[in-house]
């Protein structure tokens, strides 16, 4: 049988949203190679892609429904059984409850449009509590967008045209490999890359220089940074007269932020803080590349205007090579393309009045009254690992009297399920992806059909909806009975576009309809003045936080504290947040759960390298093995996000369920702990 070759796309939470080609022979994934029509992604994608062929047929894989016996084991049951019982208890706490007894969790597993289904079937329902706010980026998103007015940024492949490259609190080269790509063709063009970060990372090794600040310092950096460019007239002034909102107020407020002050609240010595102030003043085009590490902090919203305030002052917006690469939405062409849940909470919509937030998902819930949180229904997320507090989270689910979750895997979330739902993979139904990073808008085609007897999540809701008595006639047009009526309704959804065909979109990625390789190269910023707001009386009003850049204090600092290290716990290569781990092929190449300490934090305790070491704080405890790490910034440990609780992992024991000051985000890594030798 020939081999096909399907065009496909990546659907993770990631910037990359690779294309690629996933070869099927006979029914069965049995490949895949490089899709080089998407520009930004041309050289195939990175380990986690090339370990689909495993997590697809992967023994450990859950291809059948599944309940919790009287022992807490996990048994074989039928789907009739498992429709049954989820319909009955969901009707049972409608009835005496309400429908905001239960509980409903989606997070970032995997992204596309068929997701807004699932909110489709709990308007259905008559609404349910759901979370608002996210684990990832929504300070940063929303300090550009009340800036700059849009989140946008340009092409990927526009890097290459770059001279500076400032990569502040991104780790690129683990987080995005395919941005590299236009990195090294910068730098062989001559280009300057920066990297800023209190880890020497990957991304570090190609740099020319690497600044390490202390966490959560980032904005008074920059501000320093602002006010020696303008002292040595290194900014733009016609852009600014022309574009800028609020210049003179900002320029006021930097009175303080003297080289030899920034260098006491950041630790960055004074003479690379002018140094670095001299590349960004000197060194043009310049593109700004924040990472979303460094916005999960208290302090991150601000943070963020700070660092914007830097591309602002010096006109790097808006021209080729010239950028404030954040995020680029232009591929979210249909706006509900976008993570299913609002991260705003709409009050005022009857159906979904009540919500928590992810931030503090376990605390919110076990507070929860009038109802109570009965039943807690998760899909695509992994919130025992994944959000903070996690001791809070597990008494949630704990407390709750029935919980269901759909998954692929074992997870730590799952084990806590009375039902477990096996979930789709990514090849076994049709969606439509944007990204965040790239312009395209890519097809992902059903190219196998699901084994075992997994079922995708809108035929589980269509089914549980038909088992809770919803005629076949009242699911019409709510939701899709088949994979027939589903890709019909994907079909429609394309139809407003001309320049996106289903049988375009199967051959290749296709750019968004009128995106702007250049973002902003029209001057026009959709902000109430007009302009870039470094003065954003909107920003006071919607997040009581000062109307210029500028900066505090993260929440969690070692002089108001009895712990003295920073927890940082970024992502890492080869694994998406708690996803790939499991799998063989990723095995064989991670460490496993390791937390890397500076040699000096580690003499001064006693613990020799490769020491098991207990982490702690007053909020919970992990024990992994330590490695001296010679590039961390000493008063900083780290120990990447997502290892299962169950492999030895857990990071979220430790951090605290709090919001970031704007977007209602998380704030990771505002998070002190202190380090002992233990066995
Ligand atoms: N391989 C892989 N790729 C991924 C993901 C993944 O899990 N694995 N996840 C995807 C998702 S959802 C996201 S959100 C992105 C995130 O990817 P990135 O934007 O790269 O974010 P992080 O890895 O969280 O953090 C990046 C860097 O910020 C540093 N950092 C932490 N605090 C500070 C600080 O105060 N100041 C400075 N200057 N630096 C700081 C950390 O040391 C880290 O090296 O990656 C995406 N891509
Ligand atoms: N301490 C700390 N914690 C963090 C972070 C940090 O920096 N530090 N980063 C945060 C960030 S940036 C993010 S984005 C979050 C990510 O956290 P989550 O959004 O919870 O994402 P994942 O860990 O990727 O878990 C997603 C789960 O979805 C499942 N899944 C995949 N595809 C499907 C599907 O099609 N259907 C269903 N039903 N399930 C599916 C996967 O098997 C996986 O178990 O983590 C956050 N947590
Ligand atoms: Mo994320």
Same mark, same amino acid.
């Given at each position: 049988?020939?081999?096909?070759?399907?065009?496909?796309?990546?659907?993770?939470?990631?910037?990359?949203?690779?294309?690629?080609?996933?070869?099927?022979? +006979?029914?069965?994934?049995?490949?895949?190679?490089?899709?080089?029509?998407?520009?930004?992604?041309?050289?195939?994608?990175?380990?986690?892609?090339?370990?689909?062929?495993?997590?697809?047929?992967?023994?450990?894989?859950?291809?059948?429904?599944?309940?919790? =016996?009287?022992?807490?084991?996990?048994?074989?049951?039928?789907?009739?059984?498992?429709?049954?019982?989820?319909?009955?208890?969901?009707?049972?706490?409608? #009835?005496?409850?309400?429908?905001?007894?239960?509980? $409903?969790?989606?997070?970032?597993?995997?992204?596309?449009?068929?997701?807004?289904?699932?909110?489709?079937?709990?308007?259905?329902?008559?609404?349910?509590?759901?979370?608002?706010?996210?684990?990832?980026?929504?300070?940063?998103?929303?300090?550009?967008?009340?800036?700059?007015?849009?989140?946008?940024?340009?092409?990927?492949?526009?890097?290459?045209?770059?001279?500076?490259?400032?990569?502040?609190?991104?780790?690129?080269?683990?987080?995005?490999?395919?941005?590299?790509?236009?990195?090294?063709?910068?730098?062989?063009?001559?280009?300057?890359?920066?990297?800023? =970060?209190?880890?020497?990372?990957?991304?570090?090794?190609?740099?020319?220089?690497?600044?390490?600040?202390?966490?959560?310092?980032?904005?008074?950096?920059?501000?320093?940074?602002?006010?020696?460019?303008?002292?040595?007239?290194?900014?733009?002034?016609?852009?600014?007269?022309?574009?800028?909102?609020?210049?003179?107020?900002?320029?006021?407020?930097?009175?303080?932020?003297?080289?030899?002050?920034?260098?006491?609240?950041?630790?960055?010595?004074?003479?690379?803080?002018?140094?670095?102030?001299?590349?960004?003043?000197?060194?043009?085009?310049?593109?700004?590349?924040?990472?979303?590490?460094?916005?999960?902090?208290?302090?991150?919203?601000?943070?963020?205007?700070?660092?914007?305030?830097?591309?602002?002052?010096?006109?790097?917006?808006?021209?080729?090579?010239?950028?404030?690469?954040?995020?680029?939405?232009?591929?979210?062409?249909?706006?509900?393309?976008?993570?299913?849940?609002?991260?705003?909470?709409?009050?005022?919509?009857?159906?979904?009045?009540?919500?928590?937030?992810?931030?503090?998902?376990?605390?919110?819930?076990?507070?929860?009254?009038?109802?109570?949180?009965?039943?807690?229904?998760?899909?695509?997320?992994?919130?025992?690992?994944?959000?903070?507090?996690?001791?809070?989270?597990?008494?949630? $689910?704990?407390?709750?009297?029935?919980?269901?979750?759909?998954?692929?895997?074992?997870?730590?979330?799952?084990?806590?399920?009375?039902?477990?739902?096996?979930?789709?993979?990514?090849?076994?139904?049709?969606?439509?992806?944007?990204?965040?990073?790239?312009?395209?808008?890519?097809?992902?085609?059903?190219?196998?059909?699901?084994?075992?007897?997994?079922?995708?999540?809108?035929?589980?809701?269509?089914?549980?909806?038909?088992?809770?008595?919803?005629?076949?006639?009242?699911?019409?047009?709510?939701?899709?009975?088949?994979?027939?009526?589903?890709?019909?309704?994907?079909?429609?959804?394309?139809?407003?576009?001309?320049?996106?065909?289903?049988?375009?979109?199967?051959?290749?990625?296709?750019?968004?309809?009128?995106?702007?390789?250049?973002?902003?190269?029209?001057?026009?910023?959709?902000?109430?003045?007009?302009?870039?707001?470094?003065?954003?009386?909107?920003?006071?009003?919607?997040?009581?936080? =000062?109307?210029?850049?500028?900066?505090?204090?993260?929440?969690?600092?070692?002089?108001?504290?009895?712990?003295?290290?920073?927890?940082?716990?970024?992502?890492?290569?080869?694994?998406?947040?708690?996803?790939?781990?499991?799998?063989?092929?990723?095995?064989?190449? #991670?460490?496993?759960?390791?937390?890397?300490?500076?040699?000096? +934090?580690?003499?001064?305790?006693?613990?020799?390298?490769?020491?098991?070491?207990?982490?702690?704080?007053?909020?919970?405890?992990?024990?992994?093995?330590?490695?001296?790490?010679?590039?961390?910034?000493?008063?900083?440990?780290?120990?990447?996000?997502?290892?299962?609780?169950?492999?030895?992992?857990?990071?979220?024991?430790?951090?605290?369920?709090?919001?970031?000051?704007?977007?209602?985000?998380?704030?990771?890594?505002?998070?002190?702990?202190?380090?002992?030798?233990?066995?």
């Amino acid at each position: 049988m020939a081999i096909q070759r399907i065009n496909t796309v990546c659907p993770r939470n990631c910037y990359s949203t690779c294309s690629f080609r996933v070869h099927v022979e +006979d029914g069965r994934i049995t490949g895949y190679s490089a899709q080089p029509a998407n520009r930004a992604t041309p050289e195939g994608m990175c380990l986690k892609g090339q370990s689909y062929p495993e997590r697809v047929y992967a023994a450990d894989r859950i291809l059948y429904p599944l309940k919790k =016996d009287a022992e807490g084991l996990f048994q074989r049951i039928s789907w009739p059984q498992a429709l049954r019982e989820i319909a009955g208890n969901m009707s049972h706490y409608r #009835d005496n409850f309400g429908p905001h007894s239960i509980f $409903f969790y989606a997070s970032s597993g995997s992204s596309g449009l068929v997701n807004d289904f699932s909110m489709a079937f709990w308007r259905l329902f008559g609404g349910a509590t759901i979370p608002y706010g996210n684990l990832c980026w929504p300070a940063g998103l929303e300090a550009t967008r009340l800036t700059l007015g849009d989140n946008r940024h340009n092409v990927p492949w526009d890097l290459e045209n770059a001279r500076l490259i400032v990569m502040w609190g991104k780790n690129a080269a683990e987080t995005n490999v395919q941005e590299m790509l236009f990195v090294r063709k910068a730098q062989n063009q001559g280009a300057k890359l920066v990297v800023i =970060d209190p880890r020497r990372t990957l991304t570090a090794e190609k740099a020319d220089l690497l600044i390490q600040p202390c966490p959560g310092t980032d904005g008074a950096l920059a501000l320093g940074i602002a006010r020696y460019l303008i002292e040595n007239n290194l900014v733009d002034h016609e852009f600014i007269s022309k574009k800028v909102k609020g210049y003179e107020a900002f320029k006021k407020s930097l009175t303080q932020y003297t080289p030899e002050h920034v260098s006491r609240l950041t630790g960055v010595p004074v003479n690379y803080v002018m140094k670095l102030a001299g590349m960004i003043g000197e060194i043009r085009p310049m593109t700004l590349i924040p990472g979303y590490g460094l916005q999960r902090y208290t302090n991150g919203g601000q943070t963020i205007r700070c660092l914007l305030s830097l591309s602002v002052i010096t006109g790097n917006i808006g021209k080729p090579g010239a950028c404030w690469h954040y995020a680029n939405l232009q591929s979210y062409v249909f706006d509900k393309i976008k993570e299913p849940l609002s991260y705003y909470p709409n009050r005022n919509d009857n159906l979904f009045r009540q919500s928590v937030s992810k931030a503090r998902l376990g605390k919110d819930l076990l507070s929860q009254q009038d109802p109570e949180i009965k039943m807690i229904w998760v899909e695509r997320g992994n919130p025992v690992t994944q959000n903070p507090d996690t001791g809070s989270v597990l008494k949630a $689910f704990e407390k709750a009297e029935f919980c269901v979750v759909v998954e692929q895997f074992m997870t730590d979330t799952a084990r806590e399920a009375d039902i477990v739902l096996p979930a789709k993979s990514m090849f076994e139904q049709a969606d439509l992806v944007g990204s965040y990073w790239n312009p395209y808008i890519q097809l992902r085609q059903k190219v196998i059909d699901p084994p075992g007897e997994v079922k995708p999540e809108t035929e589980i809701y269509y089914l549980l909806a038909r088992e809770l008595g919803y005629s076949e006639h009242e699911l019409q047009g709510i939701l899709p009975r088949d994979n027939e009526a589903l890709e019909n309704w994907l079909k429609q959804q394309l139809e407003k576009y001309p320049e996106l065909t289903w049988d375009k979109l199967a051959g290749q990625p296709v750019m968004a309809p009128d995106t702007e390789e250049i973002a902003f190269a029209d001057g026009h910023f959709s902000t109430a003045s007009g302009k870039i707001e470094l003065l954003s009386e909107k920003i006071a009003g919607l997040w009581g936080v =000062d109307p210029l850049p500028s900066f505090n204090l993260p929440e969690e600092v070692p002089e108001k504290s009895k712990y003295s290290l920073y927890l940082l716990t970024p992502n890492t290569k080869n694994r998406i947040h708690s996803q790939f781990g499991n799998l063989r092929v990723i095995k064989q190449v #991670d460490p496993g759960p390791v937390a890397g300490i500076n040699p000096e +934090d580690a003499r001064r305790r006693g613990i020799a390298n490769g020491d098991r070491i207990r982490i702690f704080n007053s909020r919970g405890e992990l024990k992994v093995r330590c490695h001296y790490d010679y590039g961390l910034l000493p008063g900083c440990v780290v120990m990447p996000n997502g290892y299962w609780i169950s492999e030895g992992g857990g990071v979220n024991f430790l951090s605290a369920p709090r919001e970031t000051d704007m977007g209602y985000g998380t704030a990771f890594h505002d998070n002190l702990v202190e380090i002992e030798k233990t066995i």
